[in-house]
């Protein structure tokens, strides 16, 4: 049994900071079971067919539909997310179902010229039992993307959600239990110590990781001695870039969504802010006019804009970095009224893990601000006056997940789409996903690819065939 394993771990509501429910971690025995479980439904499920297997993630996606409420609510308590703006990611989780059900049925192949007698061809087949370890920031979301894919390509999966956020991944296991076959879908629970577990268990083909690139460093060590196939979609100190010809209304709309959506706990979340010096002034205080403005509130209030963060742990850290950026000189704006980021502890949200959006004018690049994922509605900015300053600005940064830049101008969006180093690109835009459109990051934003027709890559692997038949009679060469 690991360490800790077995015992009941208590759930935080992080809007309140009071327990809301209690779990039990998976014992190393209860990990190999659903493993073991899993291996012994493969054949069964990838022998049962494409259309089989697309009819049962309709039927998986339209009880998901069936249960929003209950999701929403699961979200709301576990996540700490508003309920208004939770209700579209289980919307999203239905349609990322529904896709990879059309994806079973999609055709996938190659054939290749031969010589007479034979036939070439090469064809994707199942890995086998895939193991989908998932984040807390959007813990339904994240286990629909990955469970998608992998049941529609005929393998059968085991989720391990985030220690924080395990409740509403153990309704969509149990949905899974009532539309798909024994052992197809199973989960695990707890922290660390089970993802090493599924990542070393010699039944688990591949390694579907989303979390912070040290974790996916330290999954990727673990599956290396099985050779296991490993995708990772990590963390990203993202660049939102502005040019004085762009929409600055537009654009300060997104910045504000960009750093304070869902709290700043987005892997995409645009985090650092590079503004043309012409219009820096105004640009920011615009952004943090907007930013302050946000609703914050009980996450039970339709109108609460602003959440909590997903843990005490999560507030001390973006306390520390503002707190590091100040000492050192850089102003900090923040709400009026507010002297820190972390609320009174005898005012209205007091008791749980809320902070205040924060601005950092002209952070310098050797502070955690500009150069960390911080996951908490933090934002760094710097001034630019050449495109060249602000690309080399935009790449000021080990991470390689995704950038938005706003310009009027063609051509520079031409010449940024060519050189900017990140997996996702939106030009006068940002945010934009859509479940037909494969998503991942470059450098130390990971490998591999979530959603569209690429996730096969992740969940399949080729197969070079040549079948030799005999000529008929009175042919050959």
């Given at each position: 049994?690991?360490?800790?394993?077995?015992?009941?771990?208590?759930?935080?509501?992080?809007?309140?900071?009071?327990?809301?429910?209690?779990?039990?971690?998976?014992?190393?025995?209860?990990?190999?079971?659903?493993?073991?479980?899993?291996?012994?439904?493969?054949?069964?499920?990838?022998?049962?067919?494409?259309?089989?297997?697309?009819?049962?993630?309709?039927?998986?996606?339209?009880?998901?539909?069936?249960?929003?409420?209950?999701?929403?609510?699961?979200?709301?308590?576990?996540?700490?997310?508003?309920?208004?703006?939770?209700?579209?990611?289980?919307?999203?989780?239905?349609?990322?179902?529904?896709?990879?059900?059309?994806?079973?049925?999609?055709?996938?192949?190659?054939?290749?010229?031969?010589?007479?007698?034979?036939?070439?061809?090469?064809?994707?087949?199942a890995l086998g039992v895939c193991a989908a370890i998932v984040p807390s920031n959007y813990p339904l979301l994240m286990a629909a993307?990955?469970?998608?894919?992998?049941?529609?390509?005929?393998?059968?999966?085991?989720?391990?959600?985030?220690?924080?956020?395990?409740?509403?991944?153990?309704?969509?296991?149990?949905?899974?239990?009532?539309?798909?076959?024994?052992?197809?879908?199973?989960?695990?629970?707890?922290?660390?110590?089970?993802?090493?577990?599924?990542?070393?268990?010699?039944?688990?083909?591949?390694?579907?990781?989303?979390?912070?690139?040290?974790?996916?460093?330290?999954?990727?060590?673990?599956?290396?001695?099985?050779?296991?196939?490993?995708?990772?979609?990590?963390?990203?100190?993202?660049?939102?870039?502005?040019?004085?010809?762009?929409?600055?209304?537009?654009?300060?709309?997104?910045?504000?969504?960009?750093?304070?959506?869902?709290?700043?706990?987005?892997?995409?979340?645009?985090?650092?802010?590079?503004?043309?010096?012409?219009?820096?002034?105004?640009?920011?205080?615009?952004?943090?006019?907007?930013?302050?403005?946000?609703?914050?509130?009980?996450?039970?209030?339709?109108?609460?804009?602003?959440?909590?963060?997903?843990?005490?742990?999560?507030?001390?850290?973006?306390?520390?970095?503002?707190?590091?950026?100040?000492?050192?000189?850089?102003?900090?704006?923040?709400?009026?009224?507010?002297?820190?980021?972390?609320?009174?502890?005898?005012?209205?949200?007091?008791?749980?893990?809320?902070?205040?959006?924060?601005?950092?004018?002209?952070?310098?690049?050797?502070?955690?601000?500009?150069?960390?994922?911080?996951?908490?509605?933090?934002?760094?900015?710097?001034?630019?006056?050449?495109?060249?300053?602000?690309?080399?600005?935009?790449?000021?940064?080990?991470?390689?997940?995704?950038?938005?830049?706003?310009?009027?101008?063609?051509?520079?969006?031409e010449r940024f789409a060519r050189r900017l180093r990140a997996g996702m690109l939106w030009?006068?835009?940002?945010?934009?996903?859509?479940?037909?459109?494969?998503?991942?990051?470059?450098?130390?934003?990971?490998?591999?690819?979530?959603?569209?027709?690429?996730?096969?890559?992740?969940?399949?692997?080729?197969?070079?065939?040549?079948?030799?038949?005999?000529?008929?009679?009175?042919?050959?060469?």
């Amino acid at each position: 049994m690991t360490p800790g394993a077995g015992t009941e771990r208590e759930l935080y509501d992080p809007a309140t900071g009071e327990v809301h429910a209690r779990l039990a971690d998976s014992t190393a025995e209860e990990c190999a079971a659903a493993v073991d479980a899993a291996a012994r439904a493969f054949d069964g499920w990838q022998d049962a067919g494409p259309r089989h297997r697309a009819g049962c993630l309709r039927a998986l996606a339209a009880l998901v539909r069936a249960h929003r409420a209950d999701f929403v609510e699961l979200e709301r308590v576990g996540a700490g997310k508003p309920v208004a703006r939770i209700g579209g990611e289980v919307d999203f989780a239905v349609r990322a179902l529904e896709w990879f059900a059309e994806q079973a049925l999609r055709p996938w192949g190659e054939v290749h010229p031969s010589g007479p007698g034979t036939r070439a061809y090469t064809d994707r087949v199942a890995l086998g039992v895939c193991a989908a370890i998932v984040p807390s920031n959007y813990p339904l979301l994240m286990a629909a993307w990955k469970v998608g894919g992998a049941l529609a390509y005929g393998n059968t999966a085991v989720v391990k959600p985030a220690p924080e956020t395990p409740l509403s991944v153990r309704l969509l296991v149990e949905l899974g239990r009532r539309v798909l076959p024994e052992g197809v879908l199973g989960a695990v629970y707890g922290g660390a110590a089970a993802g090493r577990l599924l990542c070393a268990l010699p039944g688990v083909a591949a390694v579907s990781f989303t979390g912070s690139t040290a974790a996916g460093r330290e999954v990727a060590a673990h599956c290396a001695p099985g050779l296991k196939r490993v995708s990772l979609e990590l963390g990203g100190k993202n660049p939102l870039v502005v040019f004085p010809d762009a929409d600055l209304e537009a654009a300060a709309a997104s910045a504000v969504e960009a750093f304070t959506g869902n709290s700043g706990q987005m892997c995409v979340g645009a985090s650092r802010l590079i503004v043309h010096e012409s219009v820096r002034g105004d640009f920011v205080r615009e952004v943090a006019a907007r930013a302050f403005a946000r609703r914050v509130g009980p996450t039970a209030d339709p109108r609460t804009e602003l959440g909590p963060l997903i843990s005490a742990r999560a507030v001390e850290r973006v306390a520390s970095a503002v707190g590091e950026a100040v000492d050192k000189g850089v102003t900090a704006l923040l709400p009026p009224g507010r002297r820190e980021v972390r609320p009174e502890p005898s005012g209205p949200h007091g008791g749980g893990f809320y902070v205040s959006p924060v601005v950092l004018d002209e952070v310098p690049g050797e502070l955690r601000a500009w150069r960390e994922e911080l996951f908490g509605p933090v934002l760094a900015v710097r001034g630019f006056r050449t495109e060249r300053e602000a690309l080399e600005l935009a790449h000021d940064t080990e991470y390689g997940l995704s950038a938005s830049v706003w310009t009027a101008d063609g051509g520079r969006v031409e010449r940024f789409a060519r050189r900017l180093r990140a997996g996702m690109l939106w030009f006068n835009t940002w945010g934009d996903t859509d479940e037909h459109i494969s998503v991942g990051g470059i450098g130390h934003s990971g490998y591999g690819r979530e959603l569209g027709v690429h996730a096969a890559e992740q969940y399949t692997q080729t197969r070079a065939v040549w079948l030799a038949h005999p000529a008929a009679p009175g042919e050959g060469p």
